[in-house]
């Protein structure tokens, strides 16, 4: 009787019912969190009640799956399609970036007039029409990089505009999306957190670390790869922290009398960031096997999901955006096919059949297939995930149809979705009157001569080793709008090195700077690492010096920075620069 009373009312609304008895949306996204990093899935060595509770109240997957890695699982929950089909073929340089010809589920529900807000990392696309302000979403708060080099209190923007973060920022990330929740409390809203942790670098406030720095962990990685307990311990940290902000949310859903009519999603990018306890399935992120693509997928909506409802059929961030659809009852924005299914039957508990189907992880050119029972990885091994749920056992020589079939699925997926698998050449949009500064990061851009990244990991770097006139920095760009544009570079530079001559061209327009002023700040990161970083370059605070404008034609081209006078050892340190439209 509870489910037909739940589909009664979403037929209700989708004939068009009041604001006050459609669902708030609450979509709550861990980053390089395990399935084995929540107490509620056996791990013993931390404890993450919030998390359980929606486990507890509502429904939990038993075998939900991601993307291997972050960006293409962004871009899978926004569109309900396979990400290669939108342009993400990567993390960074670019190739993270959402097609533009997407429509996401934020342009959903803003159509059917939800309040919809992104806090956190992105990772889908920097500038606008890139940006979440461009995708849907009526707030942003947060960064749009793949990773953030710095926790507490670091550079962040808010609707574009560069904004100081107060405190750790997963709390103060948390902090926003309440903050949002409580000025929409009186019509549907769609709240989007993406928290960066517990990706590196390994920073957590004292009072997580402290119960965790000297812990003998009692559930350890089995496998053949060695243990970084120290790392595995900050990761475990993270999470506690990550589940006490979960348990903010909930408890202002319960305040503001919430709770009952908002649907609360938590789900997590790809699998552990390190070799740790995680249920032995074999892989980690960036493996497409089983450990490096099972996420945890809890659901609660009190109004209508089941409490303690555990669902075994298999799913994936392709179908949220078609549950959300179904569960909201807005119509879909956008007519492209989609890859996903709705999850509404399993939710509500419909007696109906659901037949088999598969589901494809992709990385890097690697592909596995996983139906229901069997997973075909990307070295065309099978395997029984229900009596072999750690992959050891190769049976393709005797399931010689099952491989087969399944070895022709992947070969079709690949022609189908992998086909247009050419370089990235999208250039990078400037000039939108709807975002008039654009800011083009060195993440974003190619180098010639000695100049070197402060990281090996593009994300969250910036340039330095610039010394010499040969050296050059450029950006493939599209001029959005013809018009003048303010240009400023984002340095550092010591009192030593003051006074190089700097030029930016675009075709046959120049402008000419200077530095004339020396700031040099200190790096910051390291005083917060709990373990040694593994990528992530260290930041400090970047000053924007303006040195001119330039009358740029509308069009495609390079944008270039070279040095034309180099009195000291070195030109800058630079972060990136920004061009302005004012007319």
């Not at 793949?146 to 107060?166: A, C, I, K, M």
């Not at 200077?514 to 970047?542: C, N, W």
Request: proline residues 6%.
């Amino acid at each position: 009787m509870k489910c037909i009373l739940a589909l009664s009312a979403l037929v209700a609304l989708g004939a068009g019912a009041s604001a006050a008895t459609q669902p708030n949306v609450v979509v709550i996204l861990a980053d390089d969190q395990g399935w084995g990093d929540l107490s509620v899935n056996g791990n013993t060595n931390l404890k993450t009640p919030h998390i359980d509770s929606l486990a507890k109240d509502g429904a939990s997957f038993d075998r939900f799956f991601v993307q291997p890695v972050c960006s293409p699982t962004r871009a899978e929950f926004l569109t309900g399609r396979y990400h290669p089909r939108g342009g993400v073929r990567n993390v960074t340089n670019g190739g993270e970036r959402l097609n533009l010809d997407e429509k996401t589920i934020a342009d959903t529900l803003k159509a059917g007039g939800y309040a919809t807000a992104c806090f956190g990392k992105w990772h889908n696309g920097s500038q606008y029409p890139y940006h979440p302000n461009g995708r849907g979403f009526g707030e942003y708060y947060g960064f749009t990089s793949g990773h953030w080099g710095h926790y507490f209190s670091p550079p962040l923007e808010h609707n574009g505009t560069d904004v100081r973060g107060d405190g750790f920022l997963t709390d103060d990330l948390t902090t926003h999306a309440i903050g949002f929740i409580e000025k929409n409390r009186a019509k549907p809203f769609f709240c989007y957190l993406a928290f960066n942790t517990p990706h590196s670098p390994m920073q957590v406030p004292d009072r997580y670390w402290d119960r965790f720095k000297d812990l003998d962990l009692k559930m350890k990685y089995r496998g053949p790869q060695e243990e970084d307990v120290p790392f595995t311990r900050a990761a475990l940290a993270m999470c506690e922290n990550i589940d006490d902000n979960v348990g903010r949310v909930l408890k202002a859903l319960e305040d503001l009398k919430l709770a009952n009519n908002t649907i609360v999603i938590y789900f997590s990018d790809n699998g552990p960031n390190g070799w740790r306890w995680n249920d032995g399935m074999r892989g980690r992120k960036s493996s497409t096997d089983e450990g490096g693509v099972r996420s945890p997928l809890l659901v609660r909506w009190p109004a209508h999901i089941k409490p303690g409802a555990k669902i075994t059929q298999i799913a994936g961030a392709i179908d949220l955006l078609p549950t959300l659809t179904e569960l909201t009852g807005v119509n879909r924005v956008g007519d492209k096919p989609l890859d996903g299914k709705s999850l509404a039957p399993l939710l509500l508990g419909e007696n109906t059949g659901w037949p088999d189907r598969i589901l494809f992880a992709h990385w890097a050119g690697r592909v596995s297939v996983r139906s229901q029972r069997y997973r075909l990885d990307d070295a065309d091994r099978l395997y029984d995930m229900t009596t072999d749920p750690g992959q050891t056992k190769d049976i393709s020589t005797t399931q010689p149809e099952l491989h087969k079939m399944m070895k022709s699925a992947v070969e079709a997926w690949r022609k189908d979705v992998l086909a247009n698998g050419k370089a990235d050449d999208r250039p990078f949009p400037v000039g939108y009157h709807e975002c008039p500064r654009t800011r083009l990061t060195a993440r974003d851009a190619t180098i010639a001569g000695k100049i070197q990244r402060s990281s090996p990991a593009p994300n969250c770097s910036y340039f330095t080793h610039w010394t010499t006139k040969n050296d050059a920095i450029s950006w493939n760009v599209a001029i959005e709008t013809a018009g003048k544009y303010e240009v400023a570079v984002l340095y550092t530079c010591p009192k030593a090195d003051v006074g190089s001559a700097i030029q930016l061209s675009y075709g046959d327009v120049k402008v000419m700077g200077k530095i004339t002023e020396a700031h040099d700040p200190p790096l910051v990161g390291a005083q917060h690492d709990r373990v040694p970083r593994k990528g992530e370059s260290y930041m400090k605070d970047f000053r924007a010096l303006k040195f001119g404008t330039m009358e740029l034609p509308h069009g495609t081209g390079a944008l270039t920075l070279r040095a034309t006078d180099i009195p000291g050892k070195q030109v800058m340190d630079l972060a990136g620069i920004t061009l302005t439209l004012v007319k």
